[in-house]
């Protein structure tokens, strides 16, 4: 069949029905751009690659469907490596089309050139370049596969030249398998050792979510045992929020009955998780992983299977068919033993948690500092974060998705939210990107435009994507509500500070004269700004009704005070030690 190496690709595209782009326009890519509206492909236009990618993350996320990301050659696609990293470390299946300089001119430094495959080739899961036009559809149809087979990015790269050659082509035949279900020996081995436990748990992380139907067996496999399901860090919505059985997310700021329940573990099925180490670090002073437990890992990929913790039974399979596969291979009377005293026991855990972090208003300083005594003091009438965090939670729908960002205030609210179904949490993942608040969100109600978004950026992380607040405003776009907030630091860097560098703030405090709700109606948004709880409540309320009703975007900044959390990278920090000293003495001039 003849047709244009474009037309090719688009009709690959449909037969995956891959109908979202995000980026911005280039010249390298406008022969498939021209005829995205004719094959019903929305192209949305961002003000930042980064941010466009970000939203790829957020839309694929939230809705399970792949989206694609696309950009000039050169500068434009560099833009989109730290969203594909991202991306990678969320398990995320988006489609990384890269224009490349022409096949031609490729080596001679010409405009726009980048070695483009040696950029992504730690970010991606799977990458080919295209050699010959006629395999156009051929090479994208196996790229596609593969980030559906591996739930991670994948790249195909295209010489910009090889765009508008008719040759003859065959479609592809999509060829899809089923996941594995785990091996016979060590699901039945898993099977006995839980039946066996006095103390069971589940540990549920991404792969849960990912997996069709993995957080329902996962519900009917902790029910049979009456065991406790806690969630990785960052997967608060990998387990329903309203069952008694959720103990909450593990980690940094999370739940400590989660922490307490899970360090009592005699067993502990890990399911559809690599075990990251935020996961599993010690969180309220609580050194919580249980080291003399059995562990039963269970991840599709084999690789990450023992890579960071001890495991007695390594299981490579889908989550949904590995859950139920133990859970028809239980004994009679597997989780009898002291099954009343352990529900008793998450039960008082769980109630005695939720008491305490409704009463927490304040963070603690380390033995030897006092900044979060004197940020209260500078500012008595503002919001803690954790007050913020109440109010906020008094406003939410219960069926909402929320995006939030990476550091201080963000990480802080990691305890609050939970969620009855899968899907609805978004948050930057383990390669920690600063920006990622506002555009995931973004992507998300792109792909669920009849359910409530809200998204989270502290001000530093906010100001890396703010230029968005220029694009999100046009035409359909949709409206969204986020929240930033306010207190002119850049937080987690600078609780590093007080606890090992004797506040020595260096690049740490942001402008107190910029407004960022007043940018929101620069914008032609509505911003508006809270000070107190009540505030806050009302206005997120009302941003609410606003998105859902009035197709109104809302900034909302919680003004609040300079109170640090617990700081991130506790286990890789240590107080510097003097030994050559440094002198401004020593600074030599230079001459030009």
């Not at 089923?178 to 103390?199: I, N, R, T, Y």
């Not at 599709?300 to 960071?308: A, F, Q």
């Not at 009438?381 to 990476?406: G, K």
Request: negative net charge.
């Amino acid at each position: 069949m003849k047709m244009t190496t474009e037309e090719a690709f688009v009709k690959t595209l449909q037969m995956h029905g891959i109908d979202n782009a995000f980026g911005i326009i280039g010249s390298a890519m406008m022969p498939i751009s021209d005829i995205f509206p004719d094959a019903g492909i929305k192209f949305w236009d961002c003000a930042h690659e980064t941010s466009g990618g970000m939203m790829a993350d957020g839309f694929t996320r939230a809705t399970g469907k792949m989206c694609m990301m696309i950009a000039q050659n050169g500068p434009g696609i560099t833009n989109f490596v730290t969203a594909v990293k991202t991306a990678y470390w969320n398990h995320t299946p988006v489609l990384l089309v890269t224009p490349q300089a022409a096949n031609k001119t490729i080596g001679q430094g010409g405009f726009q050139e980048m070695e483009q495959m040696n950029l992504f080739a730690d970010c991606v899961a799977y990458q080919e370049e295209v050699r010959d036009p006629s395999r156009i559809a051929e090479t994208l149809n196996r790229v596609i596969m593969q980030a559906k087979r591996a739930s991670a990015p994948a790249q195909i790269n295209i010489p910009r030249d090889f765009w508008t050659q008719v040759v003859d082509i065959e479609l592809p035949v999509i060829v899809d398998f089923e996941l594995p279900q785990g091996g016979d020996a060590a699901v039945a081995e898993a099977a006995k050792m839980l039946s066996e436990a006095k103390f069971p748990v589940i540990l549920n992380g991404a792969g849960a979510v990912l997996s069709k139907g993995g957080i329902e067996a996962s519900r009917v496999l902790a029910e049979r045992l009456d065991a406790p399901v806690c969630v990785g860090y960052q997967h608060n919505d990998a387990f329903p929020g309203n069952h008694p059985l959720f103990a909450g997310p593990l980690g940094y700021n999370g739940s400590k009955a989660g922490m307490q329940l899970i360090s009592q573990a005699d067993v502990v099925l890990c399911l559809g998780t690599r075990l990251n180490p935020f996961s599993t670090l010690p969180g309220y002073g609580i050194d919580y992983w249980p080291s003399d437990a059995k562990i039963i890992q269970v991840d599709l990929n084999p690789d990450r299977i023992g890579l960071t913790k001890k495991v007695t039974v390594g299981i490579v399979g889908d989550a949904a068919k590995v859950a139920s596969g133990i859970t028809a291979q239980l004994a009679d009377d597997a989780g009898d033993t002291n099954r009343d005293e352990r529900k008793n026991t998450i039960a008082t855990t769980k109630s005695a948690w939720a008491q305490e972090l409704t009463s927490m208003n304040e963070e603690q300083d380390d033995p030897g500092t006092d900044w979060n005594v004197r940020a209260r003091a500078a500012k008595p009438d503002w919001m803690s974060p954790r007050m913020a965090w109440r109010a906020i939670q008094a406003a939410l729908p219960v069926e909402a998705i929320i995006s939030s960002d990476i550091g201080n205030n963000c990480a802080i609210g990691n305890a609050y939210p939970s969620f009855n179904e899968s899907r609805k949490y978004l948050a930057p993942g383990l390669f920690g990107p600063c920006g990622y608040g506002l555009p995931s969100i973004v992507g998300a109600k792109i792909g669920k435009p009849d359910v409530p978004v809200v998204g989270f950026a502290g001000d530093g992380a906010f100001g890396i994507s703010v230029n968005e607040l220029t694009a999100i405003g046009r035409g359909d776009w949709p409206a969204i509500t986020q929240i930033v907030f306010r207190n002119y630091q850049w937080g987690a860097e600078k609780r590093n500070s007080t606890l090992w560098f004797d506040d020595n703030f260096v690049g740490t405090e942001l402008d107190e004269e910029v407004s960022y709700a007043g940018i929101a109606s620069a914008c032609g948004l509505k911003g508006v700004v809270a000070r107190t709880m009540d505030e806050l409540t009302a206005a997120l309320d009302q941003a609410i009704k606003d998105q859902m009703e009035n197709g109104v975007t809302t900034l909302i900044e919680a003004m609040i005070n300079q109170e640090l959390g617990d700081p991130f990278r506790r286990d890789a920090m240590k107080k510097p030690v003097a030994v050559a000293g440094i002198s401004k003495d020593d600074m030599r001039q230079q001459t030009v």
